[in-house]
């Protein structure tokens, strides 16, 4: 069982930045994908960015440039690094880990980014 913690949402200005992490439990962090998803009101969930266990990254086109993921594998956290923040950037966004044997998912609390001035 994986036990996903994130932190670091809140209000900013268009153009500003926030970094969100995701603590995480269990001793085999290591050998999962994780990944940033964000719902916002009256959409669907979508991918944000993923990394894997080795270390790849992909992104959604929209924040290509603007938003970086990146893992620590030995304090068992995920980061997501979101610069140049649009409106269109405001939603819940929910940190997720994914066993590659069983592609159980396994999902945080989430955290609120609110865009707007």
């Known amino acids: 069982q994986v036990q996903l913690v994130e932190s670091g949402g809140g209000l900013v200005q268009p153009g500003g930045s926030l970094r969100l992490s995701c603590a995480a439990s269990g001793r085999i962090f290591r050998f999962y994908s994780m990944g940033w998803y964000r719902q916002a009101p009256g959409k669907q969930r979508e991918l944000v960015a993923g990394?894997?266990?080795?270390?790849?990254?992909n992104y959604a086109d929209s924040v290509k440039g603007r938003f970086t993921i990146s893992r620590d594998n030995v304090k068992n956290t995920l980061w997501l690094q979101m610069n140049s923040l649009e409106p269109e950037d405001t939603a819940v966004y929910y940190c997720?880990?994914?066993?590659?044997?069983?592609?159980?998912?396994?999902w945080g609390q989430g955290t609120q980014v609110t865009v707007s001035s």
């Open positions: 990394i894997g266990s080795g270390g790849s990254t």
């Open positions: 997720n880990s994914r066993n590659p044997l069983t592609e159980a998912d396994y």
